[in-house]
Each structure stands twice: as structure tokens, then as C-alpha cells.
């Protein structure tokens, strides 16, 4: 069975920053693209980023150029480091491998 288990969220001013973390288990991660997601409430659930088996990595743009995606393999895990937080980045944070379920989330509120 996967599991997932995110970690690493908190309260933060605008400009701060954090860092997640998303422990896998029950695949062979390496061969396994990874993604996050977010969902603020009442809004739908929104791709972030992801890193594929190969290292190739995507964000969207509404985080491009604040936000890195990256994978250890000899740890199975998946980080996103998150920069220049701004409030519309509040959101409970998902990671996710295709077909193989969702982590229990983590939550990042940016708030003054």
C-alpha cells in the first residue's frame, strides 16, 4: 500500500518562506513521477509543481520563479522549497504520484 505523509507547513508573513517535505512509501519512488498540489477553501484542488523519474520539472505559473521542486531518491522524498509566500498561497498542500493516492496534506497559511 502507498503512503504519503506531508510535513513542513506553518504560519508565515508575506516574503517569508518554507520548506515541504513528502515522505513516500509503498512504491519504487525513483521510478515514479512526483507532484504537489494545493487547495485553499472552497477552492478546487490546483496543481503546483511536479519532477518526473527523469528530473524534469514544471511549475505553474502563479508560483514560477518563487517556488523549487526536488527529489531524493535515496530518501523518497519529495521537497518544495517556498519563497516570497504571498496570501494567495494559503492553502493545505498535497503531494500526490499518478494513480497512487494522496498524502493527508500540510498547511501553509501566509498571513500579516
Known amino acids: 500500500q502507498v503512503q504519503l505523509v506531508e510535513s513542513g507547513g506553518g504560519v508565515v508573513q508575506p516574503g517569508g518562506s518554507l520548506r515541504l517535505s513528502c515522505a513516500a512509501s509503498?512504491?519504487?519512488?525513483?521510478?515514479?513521477?512526483m507532484a504537489w498540489y494545493r487547495q485553499a477553501p472552497g477552492k478546487q484542488r490546483e496543481w503546483v509543481a511536479s519532477?518526473?523519474?527523469?528530473?524534469?520539472?514544471t511549475y505553474a505559473y502563479s508560483v514560477n520563479g518563487r517556488f523549487t521542486i526536488s527529489r531524493d531518491n535515496d530518501k523518497d522524498t519529495v521537497y518544495l522549497q517556498m519563497n516570497s509566500l504571498k496570501p494567495e498561497d494559503t492553502a493545505v498542500y498535497y503531494c500526490?504520484?499518478?494513480?497512487?493516492?494522496w498524502g493527508q496534506g500540510t498547511q501553509v497559511t501566509v498571513s500579516s
Open positions: 500526490n504520484a499518478p494513480n497512487m493516492g
Open positions: 519532477i518526473t523519474s527523469a528530473y524534469k520539472i
Open positions: 509503498g512504491m519504487i519512488f525513483s521510478r515514479n513521477a
